[in-house]
């Protein structure tokens, strides 16, 4: 098995740049290029980070009382600044909103001249007790050990789970998350016997990875999985592989699709390459994991005599594909009858973008954000900004919730683990988050099912359990 590299971060859509009136904001300096080498040695080091524990901020040197300061790390110049002013007006309002004591903010640019690490080195400069950012998982990667040298806790925007480490948060919506809950809702189902047939990428690699964790986690069998490259004989052979078919003809899609249907919407994290100097654009899952233009579909072409054998090895299937891929599976699935009840199909949370072309795999599942639960966040941000928030400022959202309640709990003495690590979580945009001691965050993620006519509707609202 290939090594994840990265992780999709979630969805951005565009972004007003209207500024908003929230608590006073200090925008610190950040330092120079002096300190990159030195920051640059200390990220080489995390690597033989071993400890699984977080110690209090009072280990730290200069104590909770010294740190009781919020540092903010977001791009605030360049290409993602119009983002990174989103994300700072909703960690405001959380704040805002908290009605508790609020803790003085210190903002870092960290698309500025000398980069993340620079302005990570100002905020523990500064004596911030915590860092909310940076945005991506190699920004977070850049600063985690200066950080975790300082005892200074991070909550990053990243979704990418190889980041998480004690002390270094999370807060993005990962594919370990979506697959956890799929698997427990298929579990709940009377499902035992799970397979995947993924994209042979960073991220199908990552779907793969949680769901081997989630099957242990749950008590059940070994999963097959196969991991496929581009193409149709490829997901094909791969299909064959796991159904244990040994005469299937590849699926032909429907004659007039060809020259009359658009393939679905390409959203999914085929390049997770993230920006990784001031200015660098947006990777492409981040710029486009809204879109969901073209048309449907074509009809799926009837069964062919393929060789399937009486009883499937597996009654649970986890996809994870886009676009022209994703269509040919749905060909295959109905070529080899793999559909409810005999087989449930479980996708990612980006199905959600086009789950109105979805109809091919009706009662297909995918775990997302329960809409219900985010409306009261987008009402709020709506009414302050005069515009609907992107899902990356629920995120931030969230960063600021957790800070300002930790903040009141401790009454000013800091940020420590045992505040930010509590059982009941903190109630954030979209519904519960909470933290656990090594980095990684449990999620409330609903269950949505696909509709013979496409569209998805809320299996399960969701509750915050093991993930």
């Known amino acids: ?27 610190a300096t950040p330092l120079c290029k002096t300190g990159l080498l030195t920051a640059s040695l200390l990220a080489l080091s995390a690597c033989t980070q071993t400890s699984t524990s977080w110690p209090d901020g009072a280990a730290a040197g200069q104590g909770n009382a010294a740190r009781a300061k919020l540092g903010v790390l977001l791009p605030l110049s360049g290409k993602n600044a119009t983002l990174g ?31 993340v690490t620079a302005a990570a080195q100002t905020a523990i400069s500064a ?33 990418d789970v190889r980041q998480a480490s004690p002390g270094v948060w999370t807060l993005g919506i990962t594919p370990e998350q979506q697959v956890t809950r799929l698997v427990a809702a298929a579990k709940n189902e009377g499902r035992h016997s799970f397979a995947a047939l993924l994209p042979d990428t960073p991220f199908g690699h990552a779907m793969g990875d949680g769901l081997l964790k989630a099957c242990t986690l749950y008590g059940l069998p070994a999963p097959q999985i196969e991991y496929h490259a581009p193409g149709t004989a490829a997901i094909t052979a791969g ?22 249907t658009d393939p679905l919407p390409e959203i999914s994290a085929q390049d997770t390459t993230e920006p990784s100097a001031p200015g660098d654009a947006l990777p492409p899952e981040l710029a486009k994991a809204l879109a969901s233009s073209g048309p449907a579909l074509s009809p799926v ?14 009654d649970a299937l986890l996809l994870g594909d886009t676009g022209l891929e994703l269509k040919t599976i749905i060909d295959s699935t109905a070529t080899y009858h793999l559909a409810a009840p005999q087989v449930r199909i479980l996708g990612p949370a980006l199905w959600g973008a086009f789950s109105s072309k979805l109809g091919g795999i ?9 809409p219900a639960a985010r409306q009261n966040f987008v009402s709020r ?28 709990q401790s009454r000013g003495n800091g940020f420590p683990a045992s505040l930010l690590t509590r059982p009941e979580g903190f109630q954030g945009a979209s ?8 980095g990684t965050v449990r999620r409330d993620l609903a269950v949505f099912e696909v509709q013979a006519v496409g569209g998805g509707r809320i299996l399960d609202s969701g509750v915050a359990g093991k993930s």
């Open 362 to 370: 009706q009662g297909a599942w995918y775990a997302g954000v329960n």
């Open 239 to 260: 299909l064959q592989r796991l159904i244990g078919s040994t005469s299937a003809a590849a699926p032909q899609p429907a004659a007039s699709s060809a020259s009359t």
């Open 381 to 408: 941000f709506q009414a302050e900004n005069h515009h609907v928030p992107t899902p990356l400022a629920d995120i931030a959202y969230d960063g600021g919730i957790a800070a300002a309640t930790v903040a009141t």
């Open 1 to 27: 098995m290939k090594p994840v590299q990265s992780c999709h971060d979630m969805a951005r859509g565009k972004i007003s740049a209207h500024r908003s009136r929230a608590t006073p904001i200090r925008k």
């Open 431 to 438: 519904g519960t988050f909470i933290l656990n001691q090594d």
């Open 85 to 115: 002013g989103e994300m700072l007006r909703s960690v405001r309002l959380a704040l805002s909103a908290s009605g508790g004591s609020t803790p003085q903010v210190d903002v870092h640019d960290t698309a500025g001249p000398a980069g």
């Open 127 to 159: 004596g911030d007790g915590l860092i909310l950012g940076p945005l991506t998982a190699q920004d977070t990667a850049s600063i985690a050990s200066m950080t975790r040298l300082n005892t200074i806790p991070v909550l990053a925007f990243t979704s």
């Open 301 to 314: 072409p009837e069964a062919s005599s393929a060789s399937v054998p009486e009883k499937l090895p597996f």
